[in-house]
């Protein structure tokens, strides 16, 4: 079974979070904040199955905002996602710098 590991980096303020993969929650959290000595909150990996795409969306209810990204686990097994301006930004990597 593969699985897809998901790290909340740079911009998390003590928010609450919610991470779902394919429509089902993965995390949800109160107050995630990012520790700034290793720019990371949380890391998890989710198992994903045997099948390759993937839709990761990220919510911070309280402050109105959401971002998604469709992912093929199988090519980039990690999303990093971050809260930039105002905006969840998610990106594909090889890898989390944190692995």
Known sequence: MASLTIALTDGFTGQAVVVRVDG??????ERVRTRPQIGLAR???V????????TVA???PADGIEGSL????????AVLVAV???AIE??????TRYL
């Open 24 to 29: 089902r929650v993965v995390l949800d959290e």
């Open 43 to 45: 890391e998890i990996a």
């Open 47 to 54: 198992p994903v199955g045997d099948s390759a795409q993937h």
């Open 58 to 60: 990220v919510i911070l």
């Open 70 to 77: 469709t992912v093929d686990a199988t090519v980039t097994p």
């Open 84 to 86: 930039r301006e105002g």
């Open 90 to 95: 998610l990106r594909t990597a090889d890898r």
